[in-house]
């Protein structure tokens, strides 16, 4: 799998839009962009996927750029709860018979300031 | 519906012992994943089942590391002889139509 960078931490204030970085210069044409977060003590949870165009859902946004090679996670209004690991990850698979395997790299700790 | 769990969700062995720990995925769904967490560290993957077929176990670490679904449901990895190095969180995930959904882990400790 194509490897992603991210920062290693990031401070957010309470109820103020949060922009996380990922860049992934090698990403393939086939991969799909995946944000997990770990919240602490828990295993990590599905934010968000895209191929090429932006998305939106209830927990997030995500913007890619138009060559691919790096996007941005956005929460919009960060809460006291927000405050997590966010991973970025490239995944050749989405669905079907094939396995996925997500490979995680180190994440960006992000912190709420209330 | 219910998600992922996991039992024990601690566990303390004393170097040597023989642990195991169990995942119950979300019901239906055929591809399990198991995942080690070392402290600080984002998941890394051990192995993968498709029902009960394990096809990817290039993860794991060693042969003392075992894992098996035999009725493609409940998965346990099984750690034989083990070693402080083993200390980790040990996550178990199952997948949905495009996502894979995660249970809370088993944080072993080894003495």
């Known amino acids: 799998d194509a490897k992603t960078t991210q920062p290693n931490s990031m401070e957010s204030n309470e109820e103020e839009p949060v922009h996380l970085p990922c860049n992934h210069s090698?990403?393939?044409?086939?991969?799909?962009i995946h944000w997990y977060r770990q919240l602490p003590s828990q295993g990590p949870e599905y934010v968000i996927h895209?191929?090429?165009s932006n998305v939106n859902n209830r927990m997030a946004s995500l913007a890619i750029a138009e060559d691919r090679k790096s996007s941005t996670l956005i929460l919009h209004r960060a809460t006291l709860r927000d405050a997590a690991v966010y991973y970025c990850?490239?995944?050749?698979?989405?669905?079907?018979?094939?396995?996925?395997?997500?490979?995680f790299g180190k994440g960006t700790k992000l912190s709420v300031i209330p | 519906g219910a998600g992922v769990s996991q039992s024990p969700r601690y566990k303390v062995a004393k170097r040597g012992q023989d642990v195991a720990l169990r995942c119950d995925p979300i019901s239906g769904h055929v591809s399990l994943f198991w995942y080690q967490q070392a402290l600080g560290q984002g998941p890394e993957f051990l192995t993968y089942f498709q029902n009960e077929a394990q096809l990817d176990k290039s993860g794991l670490p060693s042969d003392r590391f075992f894992a098996e679904r035999p009725e493609g449901s409940v998965s346990t990895l099984k750690i034989q002889r083990t070693q402080q190095e083993d200390s980790a969180v040990y996550l178990c995930?199952?997948?949905?139509?495009?996502?894979?959904?995660f249970g809370p882990g088993t944080r072993l400790t080894v003495l």
């Open positions: 995930a199952s997948r949905g139509a495009d996502t894979q959904y």
């Open positions: 990850i490239l995944s050749e698979s989405l669905s079907g018979a094939g396995s996925y395997q997500l490979t």
């Open positions: 090698t990403i393939s044409g086939t991969d799909y």
């Open positions: 895209g191929l090429t």
